[in-house]
């Protein structure tokens, strides 16, 4: 794995790396892998079935909720591309690859943008889930967003040569934007934000919505009064398997879990939260990857019951790139590998975010649904996935560079387009792949047929757990 500046030489050794010599080292990794290499697909080289994978990915999670994952999966193939990190995982590792790093978001695809607040209450666009950051080969994020892009053009009625094109348009933003990084100042590029966002459709959309999803919203939206009484007080709106509300033990132990929360965070934010007191727990079900874990949401109100404040604690296991990354060395609280990836990645983070734990469960907090809004596949309809693609790889490209060398990447890309264009030929290669793999998904019976799942009085009872 490549390290930077001092590093380069091994640790004790001072030599600090000059930037031809880390271009050079950048160029040199060519050799590793040609840039028109990484068109390679290896399906063969696989040693276990995805379904198999899948399955040991489901081991651990509230056994209610699987069979639900698996329908959400089978909804489609790109439902099916979201749940399935560990399955793209292992086909990425037995690739060779560039052995230039960097942090990784780990699910890079194009519904994993979104907006949400900045600490000053600016409404950013940036990636926004990084539940399987890792820091890895910095080619993996771009390899799964190019298959994103390929799998999401045919859901919005794009023929492949158009969903081509957009990912050779992602992947060139993004090389051209790294050998811009690679000749600033390394503070310009800590602090670069990108402009035009608001121009970009399917963002635009985004952020509209974001615009309206304030605490407020969300109280409206999550919670009802417990009377009629006037001014009386409010908690969880109960939609089962969605949301369900916990209380008694368990409900105490999630609140438990803040006390090592709160002391983590920055003083200026335990200040904050200080003035916030808890009134009600619920367990709620959230995206598609995540199905299944452990995910607690906590509203709490302030001076008055229009300043609510909603965290979001959510179960964290290890990256689904752990196995096949031996010298990436996460953090052993896998919360605090999430977080950390998130700073490492993003321009402005959330100020609640950080981590902590209940019984022997690692969990990630940060503010639930704070002005975030995402895209749709059918917001990428027409000139919007190409344009749509370019934002992805100028956001990949800030955060990669943020997170790793820009003077190495932009050296191993080079001028030339041959690293795009692989890319885009893998992304189609892939979303093939995915396609088959899904139908397997949906011939095996474990997705069933669309149920009411209800999670049991005593799933969360259990969550401190392993099981």
Known sequence: MHATGAELYGPGYMHWATPEERSNLGQARRKQVGRQEHSELNIKARKTSPLTLLARSMQGRVPALVKLKYELMAQSPFGYFRGAVP?????LAVLPNTGIVSQLCGDAHVRNLGAYAAPDGRLVFDINDFDETIRGPFEWDLKRM???IALAGRGSGH???AAQLAVVKCVERYAAQMRAFAKMPHLEVGRYQVHRLGLVEPIHEALVKA????????LAQLTQPTSSK??????????????TRVTGSQAAAVLASLGPYREMLEPQRQHLLSFYRPLDVAFKVVGTGSVGLRDYCVYFEGN?????LFLQIKEEPASGYTAYLPDAHPPHDNGQRVAEGQRAMQLQSDPFLGWTHIGGRQYLVR????????IELADLAGSGLAAYAEVCGELLARGHARSGDPLVIAGYLGSGDSFAEACAKFGLLYADQTEKDWKELCRSGKAGTKSNTQLPQN????SGKKS
């Open 87 to 91: 399955v793209m995982a292992a086909d």
């Open 146 to 148: 190019a298959a994103s």
């Open 159 to 161: 023929k492949d040569a």
């Open 211 to 218: 615009e309206r999803a304030t605490p407020q919203h969300t």
């Open 230 to 243: 006037p001014g009386a007080p409010r908690r969880f709106k109960e939609s089962k398997p969605i949301l």
């Open 304 to 308: 008055v019951p229009a300043d609510p």
């Open 367 to 374: 503010q639930l649904n704070d002005h975030k809004g995402s």
């Open 459 to 462: 799933a969360v009872a259990k």
